[in-house]
């Protein structure tokens, strides 16, 4: 059963780094895609981007100039990074695994951003 | 990139079919068979109900069912049951590359 976890800190200040990483169990990381998205409290979900096992990204064109999104298969983990975050940030953070649809994810981790 | 368009909710009695529609443009929905369906009850993560437009995960009910015609995309719940009652995403793969997902609509079961 392949299961995803996400972990990192759950408040970072305005202007900081938001960094997040998600470890995968239950299957080699290797030939898929691995996807962050979000969702503000009481919105809709947000695409921030995917990675393949291979290295190669796509970002959300809002996001792209200050996300960078990595992947450790050695580590069974990927990794997100957004820098720097404003209070417009403040979410829950998925990840999931594939590229145009995610049958498995993680259980999604709230991140406020916060003086 | 704009997201694809939901109907903001959608509402129907237990046993009636309920359609809720995914609007997109000819550079997402449109020109992509990648076209995807997520279930989220408040505070849970999403499960995917249908991908590839048409196709269903296993263990998802065969009541819920997906179509496409031109640049929208549909789900289709037939037999509505009160545990139906959930928020709805649509999602497409971009000619870009990249994923759009639509705004979401909340269903109702009367």
């Known amino acids: 059963q392949v299961q995803l976890r996400e972990s990192g800190p759950g408040v970072v200040k305005p202007s900081e780094t938001l960094s997040l990483t998600c470890s995968v169990s239950?299957?080699?990381?290797?030939?898929?895609?691995w996807t962050w998205m979000r969702q503000s409290p009481g919105k809709g979900l947000e695409w921030i981007g995917y990675m393949s096992s291979g290295g190669s990204a796509k970002y959300s064109p809002s996001l792209k100039s200050r996300v960078t999104i990595s992947v450790d298969t050695s580590k069974n983990q990927f990794s997100l990074k957004l820098s720097p975050v404003t209070t417009a940030d403040t979410a829950v953070y998925f990840c999931?695994?594939?590229?145009?649809?995610?049958?498995?994810w993680g259980q999604g981790m709230l991140v406020t951003v916060s003086s | 990139q704009s997201a694809l368009t939901q109907p903001p909710s959608v509402s129907g009695s237990p046993g009636q079919s309920v359609t809720i529609s995914c609007i997109g443009t000819r550079s997402d929905v449109g020109s992509s068979n990648r076209v995807s369906w997520y279930q989220q009850a408040p505070g849970t993560v999403p499960k995917l109900m249908i991908y590839e437009v048409t196709n269903r995960p296993s263990g998802v009910p065969d009541r819920f069912s997906g179509s496409k015609s031109g640049n929208t995309a549909s789900l289709t719940i037939s037999g509505l049951q009160a545990e139906d009652e959930s928020d709805y995403y649509c999602t497409s793969y971009t000619t870009s590359d990249t994923l759009l997902i639509g705004g979401g609509t909340k269903l109702t079961v009367l």
């Open positions: 239950g299957d080699s990381m290797d030939n898929y895609f």
């Open positions: 999931a695994r594939g590229m145009s649809y995610h049958r498995y």
